[in-house]
Nanobody, 119 residues
Framework: EVHLAESGGGLVQPGGSLRLSCAAS????????MSWIRQAPGKGFEWVSG????????NYIDSVKGRFNTSRDNTKNTLYLEMNALKPEDTAVYYC????????????WGRGIQVTVSS
């Protein structure tokens, strides 16, 4: 059974850092394109970052470039999102999701993890 489980969220002050993890089971993350998506309070879903299947290309939404870093550990079958210099506008529920490729729809999502940036 395919399962994605996010962890590592929480409350952090502006300028702080968090690292989100997305543990996958039932499939290998190196066989799929993986993404991070977020939903801020009262807003729609927003794609944040995506990694292609080989892991050689990682893209980011402009608002997080230079602050967020996506990586994966194939031995742990886990995707990561390192978030630095966090801003209040980064407050959202963060989801990881997989797709067959970088241009195909996501077919499985995790349940999401809350990240709150506030003083």
């Amino acid at each position: 059974e395919v399962h994605l489980a996010e962890s590592g969220g929480g409350l952090v002050q502006p300028g702080g850092s968090l690292r989100l993890s997305c543990a996958a089971s039932g499939f290998g993350i190196s066989d799929y394109a993986m993404s991070w998506i977020r939903q801020a309070p009262g807003k729609g879903f927003e794609w944040v970052s995506g990694m292609n299947i080989p892991g050689t290309i990682i893209n980011y939404i402009d608002s997080v470039k230079g602050r967020f870093n996506t990586s994966r550990d194939n031995t742990k079958n886990t995707l990561y999102l390192e978030m630095n210099a966090l801003k209040p506008e980064d407050t959202a529920v963060y989801y990881c999701a997989r797709a067959q490729g970088t241009t195909t729809p996501w077919d499985y999502w995790g349940r999401g993890i809350q990240v709150t940036v506030s003083s």
